[in-house]
Each structure stands twice: as C-alpha cells, then as structure tokens.
C-alpha cells in the first residue's frame, strides 16, 4: 500500500500529560508502518462536555503511514491500552487519547469509524493545532480550509503551552 497522509489528535488530562502525549508519538512512530512528519505546538485546553476534570495537553500529528483506516485505528487503540487508558465517564479524564481526525481525502461513515472526525470542525483544541500545521487543508466533506473553520469556533480556551517536540519526528 502507497503511504497515506493523516492527521492524529492527542490529549491526555491525567498525570504527566506532555510525556503522555511524548509516549504516545514514540509509540506511534515505532511501528514501521507509520513515519510522524510533524508535530505543533503543544496547547493546554479547556476540556469540553464534562468540565470537572483537569485542562487537558493536546497536539496534531502529521503521519504518513502504509496502514489502512481500521487496522490503523486498532493501532492507535492498542497503544491507547498499552498506556492503561480506561473508557469510564464520557468525555472524562483519560491519560491518552488518539484520534484519526483525516486520513488523506477519505471519507468513512461506519459505525466503528468516521473520517474526518465527526467533531473535527467542532473543536479548537483540534483546529488550533492543525492550523498551525496545515493551515489551507480542506476539510473533505465541509469543503472550508482549517483557517475558516477555526474562525466559526469561539469556544473553549486553546493556550500555547510548549513548542513542537522535535524528538518524536523521524
């Protein structure tokens, strides 16, 4: 399979949140199929829909990876274990979270998986970084760049936190 280019989002709120997000992208790049291109800048954000937990780490990878959609996202789940991430209260705490936010122009509505991210376009802690990455990609299905679907978003606070971890990109 011809390498593909996607985008992953991450966060964690629990413990250590930027080594979280580190170990994370070590462990996403340390499987052959998968080559991070480039990481932004780290942000702490508001968490949304259950607000009584800690301000979250969040950040955008860019990955090209010879993986198709669903062995990818049982990748990014496995890690997600591996790290004793644990699916209690939605939208709650969680030490890591992995998400495939585009995976090239594919468009996926299954019920175990949706591309793009069916609240990509919802989430400033999600566009804040991909803008800073790529700034005119189009949105596959809403046709607006990143640029103008961070300028619909008003919502939730997005605070740059740290630069880009150089470490992680191959």
């Known amino acids: 399979m011809e390498p593909e280019v996607v985008y992953l989002g991450l966060g964690s709120n629990?413990?250590?949140k930027v080594a979280q997000c580190l170990l994370a992208l070590k462990e996403v790049s340390a499987d052959n199929h998968n080559q991070i291109k480039a990481v932004?800048?780290?942000y702490k954000t508001e968490p949304i829909g259950y607000r009584d937990q800690d301000?979250?780490?969040n950040c955008v990878a860019e990955v090209s990876t010879t993986l198709p959609p669903h062995p990818l996202q049982e990748f990014l789940q496995g890690i997600e274990q591996s790290m004793g991430r644990k699916r209690t209260v939605k939208m709650g705490?969680?030490?890591i979270d992995l998400?495939?936010?585009l995976y090239g122009n594919e468009v996926i509505e299954e019920e175990d998986l949706v591309i793009p991210h069916p609240r990509l376009h919802e989430r400033r802690?999600?566009?804040?970084?991909l803008m800073e990455l790529v700034p005119d990609l189009l949105h596959p299905i809403l046709k607006k760049t990143v640029t103008d679907l961070?300028?619909?978003?008003?919502?939730g606070s997005v605070e740059l936190y740290a630069p880009p971890p150089r470490e992680v990109c191959q």
């Open 14 to 16: 629990l413990g250590d």
């Open 40 to 42: 932004s800048s780290l």
């Open 55 to 57: 301000w979250f780490i």
């Open 93 to 95: 705490p969680r030490i």
């Open 99 to 101: 998400d495939i936010l």
């Open 125 to 129: 802690f999600v566009l804040v970084p």
């Open 150 to 155: 961070l300028k619909e978003r008003e919502d």
